[in-house]
């Protein structure tokens, strides 16, 4: 079974996209100090059916600013690869406790009653709209689906 920061790495495209294998949560610190590959972000985008303007808007990154760094093959700053792997975990996580990768995209684009109307996908951009989201998942991944 893999380790969180594993499964974290696996959804950014793992050693194809990242240029190495990550093994523990230390690992993943390094990478995201040094600043992800742009095609991790990539390779997460397309997981989770994400176009550029979504993929921008739930990294928190200038849209322009995306495709310039899409188009130059460049690496995301340590802010940025910071939220790509928040992005990332929040998913592995919905993946892991809904058991699927199909149903956890579709449910992160579902609207949800838990998040008063809003898309899992669309709380992801903040760091306690992303603990909100964890929650609620480890709160189905327990049964109390609310």
Known sequence: MASPAQAVANALGGRRSLGRQVEDGEELAEAIRNGLPVASVKELAQRLRLDQAATAAALGIAPRTLSRRLAQDARLTPAESDRAVRLARVFSTAVAMIGSEEKAVNWMHTANRALGGARPIEQVDTDPG?????????????????
């Not at 989201?133 to 049964?143: A, K, N, Q, S, T």
């Open 130 to 146: 992303a603990m909100s989201v964890e929650d609620l998942l480890g709160r189905i991944g327990y049964g109390v689906y609310s």
